[in-house]
């Protein structure tokens, strides 16, 4: 097993086990992270975004595996999480891509790339899917997810 791989099983491993810290010690000090939830952020937001994940996740699961290494810096993983969203309440089963960039093994670019639509439908449910399709809805998600983030941030970071 490569160093990017070993990276890969400890990062989602963690996940499965809400183990924020492990999680936020795979990546680089200048890593990036981008999803359609959050959009682009740095890497002490998306340590801390973890942290949130991982401490308000309800009734939650994750697999992952089909870890292709597609270079001695690129790969992908394909990762499954069901849970409750802490919203609505509703219950979300998300398959993501996630594509890294890893060097010294630590993620320094991590990007997940998911149905958005799919996850609104799921997430909202009917205002999802109406609207859940438009730039005006993930907009409107993006800022409600990074003003989350920061309130979490400023009250436990």
Not at 61 to 82: M, P, R, V
Not at 103 to 131: C, N, Q, S, V
Request: charged share 25%; hydrophobic share 40%; aromatic share 14%.
């Amino acid at each position: 097993m490569t160093q990017n791989e070993a990276t890969i099983h400890k990062f989602y491993t963690a996940f499965q086990n809400k183990d924020y810290a492990t999680m936020q010690s795979c990546y680089a000090d200048d890593a990036v992270f981008n999803d359609p939830a959050f959009g682009l952020i740095d890497a002490e937001h998306a340590r801390a975004m973890w942290e949130m994940l991982c401490k308000r996740a309800k009734d939650f699961s994750l697999t992952y595996g089909n870890i292709q290494l597609l270079d001695e810096e690129y790969a992908t993983c394909d990762w499954n999480a069901k849970y409750l969203f802490s919203k609505t309440g509703r219950k979300v089963n998300n398959k993501i891509k996630a594509h890294l960039r890893l060097k010294d093994g630590l993620i320094i670019e991590h990007t997940d790339a998911f149905d958005f639509y799919k996850w609104t439908r799921m997430a909202l449910g009917l205002p999802g899917f109406l609207f859940g399709w438009s730039n005006f809805m993930q907009g409107k998600i993006q800022k409600g997810a990074r003003k989350g983030l920061v309130e979490f941030m400023d009250k436990n970071i």
